[in-house]
């Protein structure tokens, strides 16, 4: 174990009512009845972010936590973004969120984020820190009627796992996650900053027009072997349903790479399976030190330039080696 892993644990241990700590309350009691129309809420709920959006990205520091930092100023960004439903068993969706950029005359799909829902799972993939994720077990008495939340970089391998429940409160259906550790998005790790993770929680609820996506984001980092708080941020993800743009180009790369993809998110269930988890090199662009060629040869089979059978082979060796399998 490395001299920063054990500080880790350290740090781990202590904060352990703030990381295990749950974010709603249990279930209460309900009939079959009840509990089956919930079930059905919930997948609506869940099936509804599928669509064509303009989404738009509000990220806020605001409280430091630090007398020696200063919040970032507000930072928005947006563009549009097709979800579509690439899996539905009943008991598990998958959800694969494609990004269209450029201009109509010469777009470009950007492959983003995947999140998987999982009802009443008896484990999660959680990341534990320093590139590591490993699987977790739900408490056995928060898995009723409970859902994970699995989300996955733009290239299938883990980013954060979490569970809740799917609550009315408020008049408001709403999908609150538990205490959850996160790695550095893009947009702080790129910039070298003093903390080096989130502890966070996320939302999820439907929407008049769409639906949102809140984060609430603990910015946490080493300070002398253990983990302290810097800053405060919250994330306002809003998907608003658009005919503002052509979702036809996020169609055409998916029907030319679905099959490379399903073959990728293959070969890293394999790889978490075979360890309990997966340990990956952490790189500020693109998540892992593998991203890059997992990612780009799916855009090779887009453009036509790669075969999928091949590439399919070179994907599995680069997941191979990259986990140390």
């Known amino acids: 174990m490395t001299r920063n892993c054990i500080k880790w644990a350290l740090a781990a241990a202590l904060l352990a009512p703030a990381t295990t700590g749950f974010a709603t309350d249990p279930v209460p009691e309900r009939s079959a009845a009840e509990e089956q129309a919930a079930f059905e809420a919930d997948r609506a709920a869940i099936l509804a972010m599928a669509g064509d959006y303009r989404v738009t990205f509000d990220m806020r520091e605001t409280t430091s936590w630090r007398e020696d930092y200063t919040p970032l100023e507000p930072k928005m960004s947006g563009g549009f973004e097709s979800v579509r439903v690439i899996e539905d068993t009943g008991e598990r969706i998958v959800l694969q969120h494609l990004l269209v950029v450029g201009t109509e005359e010469d777009p470009h799909v950007v492959k983003h984020w995947r999140q998987d829902w999982v ?168 998540g892992n030190t593998i991203s890059a060629t997992l990612y780009g040869l799916g855009s090779a089979i887009a453009a036509g330039e790669r075969d999928v059978e091949s590439a399919i082979a070179e994907a599995r060796e680069a997941i191979r080696t990259g986990t140390g399998g």
Request: no cysteine; hydrophobic share 30%.
């Open 119 to 286: 009802y009443e799972p008896e484990t999660y993939l959680a990341y534990v820190g320093e590139g590591r994720w490993d699987v977790e077990e739900v408490p056995e008495d928060r898995r009723e009627g409970a859902w994970s939340q699995t989300v996955w970089q733009v290239d299938d391998s883990p980013r954060y796992g979490a569970y809740g429940n799917w609550t009315d409160q408020g008049g408001v259906h709403r999908w609150r996650s538990s205490w959850t550790w996160r790695p550095l998005a893009r947009r702080d790790a790129t910039r070298n900053p003093r903390y080096d993770r989130y502890l966070a929680i996320n939302r999820h609820s439907p929407s008049p027009t769409g639906w949102i996506h809140w984060q609430d984001n603990l910015k946490m980092g080493l300070v002398e072997g253990e983990v302290e708080p810097f800053v405060q941020e919250i994330v306002l993800n809003t998907y608003a349903q658009s005919d503002e743009y052509d979702p036809a180009p996020a169609e055409e790369y998916w029907a030319a790479t679905q099959g490379y993809w399903a073959a990728v998110r293959e070969a890293w269930d394999e790889a978490i399976e075979a360890d309990g988890g997966v340990t990956l090199t952490e790189e500020p662009n693109m």
